[in-house]
């Protein structure tokens, strides 16, 4: 192959080349598919762990909880969680939005599990307010207050599982869409004692 052969097959190469990066674009840097993930959950991780840590930290030991995660109705809805109480028989259903950061998420936990503690009287909600206001704020300050100690509990879980038998095991979460969550604890509350369902907007 001559020179001339040489450098016409070269230029040809990087024409193609170029050609198919413009067609096919770059792709996604590493950093940008790390930001994607770390963006959204998929599946609800870590979910059970979060709640068994909060609810002892949150003195709602006496409560007993059912979590559900999974996809809100549409892309474009605002909820990202939503809780029926029991105050009867302390008792309470959460769902929280899958696709959410996991913080995200233990916000949101957070302050599913503060309507229960006002159903539960664990919290009074100030005469003149209205629930959903005054659980905002209650979840921010018990987020900040005790989202260290959390934490140290779920390290803390995380080591005696790894040894010892859990000496209590860990709520199952069930997958389910918010329409289908509204069905699920609907299909329940046919017994009269049941309040109504909160909904985090
Ligand atoms: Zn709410």
Known sequence: MNWIAIRFFGCLAIGVAGFLKVIVGPGPSMDDQIAALSWGTAGCPGLAQQLVAWQDQLLLNHWEFELFCGPAESKESLLLGQVHRDREAQAAQIWIRDGLTIAYQQVVLVHELAHAG??????WVPHGRD????VEELEEVLYRRHRAAVRQKMLQAARLRGSLPASRPLPQVRYLDQPEFLREVRTRASSPARTPAAGRP
């Open 118 to 123: 006002v159903a539960g009287d664990r919290w």
């Open 131 to 134: 629930e959903e206001e005054y």
